[in-house]
C-alpha cells in the first residue's frame, strides 16, 4: 500500500513525462509535492522503489525507471504502459545504437540550441533524423535541435541530447521552450511569465535566470520529446 505522497509523486512524474518527453527535476517534484526540501523526494523516491514501483539506473546521477504503477493509477491509463525513464534517459538502449519506434518520422535538424549562453537564431536545415511518431502532438509541425549547453542539465537535457520541438508562438508557465531573444539569440529554457516580463529560467544553478520585457522574448516553440546516442 502507498501513502498519499507516493502516488502522488508517480502521478506528478506520469503527467510531466507525457506532457513534456522530459522527467521533472528533484526541485520541481519538491514543490509540485509542496515539501520543505529534495530530502524529503529522495526518501518517497527510495521508498517507491523498496516496494517496486521504481528502480534506479546505474551509473546515471539520480536516474530512475518506473516499473510498474499501482491499479488504480494502470487502469486509468489503460490501454498498456510502457516504463519511462525519469531524471536521467528516456530509452536505455545498447551503447552505440539508437532505439526508434518503427513508425518513425523523419524531421529536420536545424542547427544547435543553447542550453546556457544564447547563440545565433537557428534557420538553416544540418540533416534529417528519425524520430518515434509517438512523441509528434497531431498534426503541428516540429523540427528538432541538437543541444549544446549544460544549463537545462536537472531538467534531464545534456550537452550533444537532440530534442524535438512543436513549433507555436505561445507558452504556459513552466513549459520548456525555444525562445528568441532580441530577434537574434534562441536559447532553450523553462518559461515562466511575470507581469509583463519574461522570466527564461535554466536548470542549473550555476547559471541565472534571465527576465526580460515579453516584447523581447518570443516563443519558437515547445519541448515534447528528446533523443540521445550513446
Not at 67 to 93: N, S, Y
Not at 129 to 140: C, D, F, K, N, Y
Request: glycine content about 8%; proline content about 6%; overall charge neutral.
Amino acid at each position: 500500500m502507498l501513502t498519499k505522497k507516493q502516488v502522488q509523486l508517480l502521478e506528478f512524474i506520469q503527467k510531466r513525462m507525457d506532457r513534456d518527453g522530459v522527467p521533472p527535476s528533484f526541485d520541481e517534484m519538491k514543490d509540485a509535492l509542496d515539501l520543505r526540501s529534495k530530502s524529503g523526494i529522495h526518501r518517497l523516491v527510495t521508498a517507491l522503489e523498496e516496494r517496486g514501483f521504481i528502480r534506479r539506473l546505474p551509473h546515471r546521477a539520480r536516474a530512475l525507471e518506473i516499473v510498474r504503477l499501482p491499479d488504480a493509477m494502470a487502469r486509468a491509463r489503460a490501454p498498456g504502459f510502457t516504463p519511462a525513464v525519469i531524471e536521467g534517459d528516456r530509452i536505455d538502449p545498447p551503447r552505440g545504437a539508437m532505439v526508434v519506434e518503427a513508425a518513425a518520422i523523419e524531421l529536420p535538424v536545424m542547427g544547435r540550441i543553447a542550453a546556457g549562453v544564447p547563440i545565433e537564431a537557428i534557420s538553416e536545415v544540418s540533416h534529417h533524423i528519425a524520430v518515434p511518431g509517438s512523441m509528434l502532438a497531431g498534426r503541428a509541425h516540429h523540427y528538432a535541435l541538437e543541444v549544446k549547453g549544460d544549463s537545462m542539465i536537472e531538467a534531464g537535457i545534456n550537452d550533444g541530447d537532440v530534442v524535438v520541438i512543436r513549433e507555436q508562438t505561445t507558452a504556459d508557465n513552466g513549459d520548456i521552450v525555444v525562445a528568441l531573444v532580441e530577434g537574434y539569440e534562441a536559447t532553450l529554457k523553462r518559461f515562466r511569465r511575470r507581469g509583463a516580463m519574461i522570466a527564461l529560467e535554466a536548470a542549473n544553478p550555476a547559471f541565472e535566470t534571465r527576465i526580460l520585457p515579453e516584447e523581447k522574448v518570443k516563443v519558437q516553440g515547445r519541448l515534447v520529446g528528446l533523443i540521445r546516442s550513446y
